[in-house]
């Protein structure tokens, strides 16, 4: 909760929230729990000195028992067939996690260039201004894009249970149409009085119009009834390209009468995509159409041009097998939102119907079959990122790139609503600001639909969590502070159906510097799973002898067996530094050694510690659970009879399945601690605990719970009877 919101002791909110609240999370029936360990997965770094910090995870999830992470790079160099651009992809079925494949573009999953048509212009060594990758999945195609607006836009197809091909959107060809690529993407029809003119392999315009950034994209010109399709494949000056005739008339004369490719590195690339009612959506291009939205033909995904040829009205006369003597509702269209302001397209998602976001509001789209609705229901605006669905409702990043908003339909109102759901948490996206408008940004949002949780991952490294669940009222904020005697940024975070489809996983990526490992200074970027919830009676109620089901309260986690004397020495023990934590497990017990030291780490990893032989041991970094509670208030005008808060008499604590945890308060003048008491259960517990305080009335009426070891805290409800200062 804010801290500015602690004056509004008057409202529903403030009896049910927290101050802070570290590494625990809300259960969406009640509680909080302290959040599972992650296990370490893979060392990314070794996958390909190719890979850096700038690579964003995108889900590929086929619906059939495996799904797949692609690795895109971010904010590097623009994906144009160069093998200096590579994917990476891990596959992730029922064998596991994968060893992370490069596919390099060119190289594994190379771009496919039809015949007869022009390779586009390389861009090999041209980096993005900023952004990140906008994408939309439909069957085994996933269309992607740049938020920057300087990316041709992608599809990745998955061929073959191990097989993909990668190809710019309009040279992918997969409907048995015969439809030409000529035909593929969209066109914007000329409203000025500039002509066009097509001779030996030059078009000429009457006054400027062309730069280096058209070569590749396409100039219709309509003269006598029939059109003629160009490729341009070379500038000249801003009056004349190099251009091939690729459909329909060879030759052209001046006319006013002519079309131009809606996209292409000068006018800029969609920003936006989603898929509705069997059509594939873009929007937004940054320099020119920034406020258009384009609409596949439906059925057909790879369709964008609205327009047939004029030779083409009655008969296939230019081979395009795009004709007829009307248009259908069934054809591609384009069109503007209308706004009192020319608004860019920042996102787009398909539900009950089309919503688009833009820079000054949210929109509904009704595409029918003979009519075009749009209504703009806010205008808080937003900015251009991949938005999530959350159930029914739609979250997207808003404009100040600080904020989260939903986009929902109430069924109590009866109408749309955009809800705020980060204003009262605003501290947690301030925190870490030096300078006026130095504040960290949202870079990364994904959803975990099983337990709805929203992990939003800041340009700074921190990362997020809310607990969001319309249904049963569920708004809470907490901090995902990640164990480690090491330097470590959150650099990316998926959510990924397991293997069997039973849940969703949650993955991280993160950059770990070990400073006192074999390697100062080497920084490693791993790839980290978030362990599901431990649901045992008990700490010892192992299902198996290999205990699978162990509780995994550590971050980095790794497993192996004890020898007698230590642990076997593995290549991964040596990420973990000179210093790290144990859980040791025998086939009746669980101890919990912290502070382990790692005798002569570099050349053969060993635990300076006894185990008893053939205990399997969970070693990693252990992290600690916090929690504060806000002042309790008297509901009077100033709070209390004597305009101050109540101290706290004593506590009570509905626990489950909980083991090890320390209570306590802090002084309201000082801010300091003071005393804490430890409760340490020898196994799973769930009792109502009853804690006495002995603070006198100079308390601010806080209560602090905190667990700084490995093991489960889980508590239901927290209630504190408080005692008046008179």
Known sequence: MSEKFKGRFDTKQYQNSLEECKNFLFGKVGGIYKRTGTVLVHDLTNVSSGFTDTHTPIMFDTGRGSSYTLYLPNTTVKLDGAPSSPVYIILNDGNGISSPTEYGLGSGIAFKVPGGYPAWPSSNGVTFSEGHWISQQVGDFL?????????????????????????????????????????????????????????????????????????????????????????????????????????????????????????????????????????????????????????SRTGNLFHMSSERLDQDHTTDVSGANYFGPVVFATDPTDFRPASTQSNAVTWLSGGRTLMSGTTGGENLINLGVDSLDIKENSNYGSYNSQVVKAGKDVIFVGKDRRSLRTYRYSEENGSWLSDDLSSKADTLFLDGAILAGDF?????????????????????????????????????WTEFEIGGETTRDILGVHNMPSPDRSRVETYISVSRTLEDGPSPATTNIFLEKIIGEFNNTSINAFTSTDFVDYPRYLDFAQLSTANGS????????????NTFDCIVMTATAVTYVLGVVVVDVASSPNLDYTFPANAKVIYGYNYSAELKTLSPEGGGQFGTSMADVKHIHETFLRLYRSMDFSIGSIDKDSGLELTFEDVTYADLTSEDKRIFTTDNPDTDGQIIVRNTTPTPLNILSIISKGVAYD
Do not use: C
Request: aromatic share 14%; hydrophobic share 40%; glycine share 10%.
């Open 143 to 295: 269309f992607i894009t740049h938020s920057s607006g300087e990316q041709r836009p992608l599809v990745i197809a998955r061929t073959s249970p191990s097989t993909f091909e990668i190809n710019y959107y309009d040279y992918m060809m997969t409907q048995a149409d015969g439809l030409s690529y000529a035909m593929k993407g969209p066109y914007k029809k000329n409203t000025s009085a500039v002509t066009m003119a097509y001779l030996t392999n030059v078009i000429t315009a009457s006054a400027a119009y062309f730069t280096a950034g058209m070569v590749g994209s396409w100039i219709r010109i309509n003269v006598g009834g029939s059109s003629g399709v160009y490729v341009i494949t070379g500038y000249t000056d801003s009056t004349h390209v190099a251009a091939t005739a690729f459909l329909g008339a060879t030759t052209a004369g001046a006319t006013d009468d002519w079309s131009a490719s809606a996209w292409n590195d000068e006018f800029g690339w969609p920003t936006a995509v989603t898929f509705h009612n069997q059509r594939l959506f873009w929007g937004g291009s940054p320099n020119k159409n920034f406020d258009s939205i384009w609409a």
């Open 440 to 476: 960290p940004t949202i870079k990364q949002i994904s959803w975990n639909s099983e337990n709805k949780h929203l992990w939003v991952l800041m340009s700074n490294g921190d990362l997020k969590i809310l607990s969001y669940d319309v249904e049963f009222g569920l708004n809470g």
């Open 566 to 577: 230590g642990v076997a020495a593995t290549a991964s023990l040596a990420y973990l530094g």
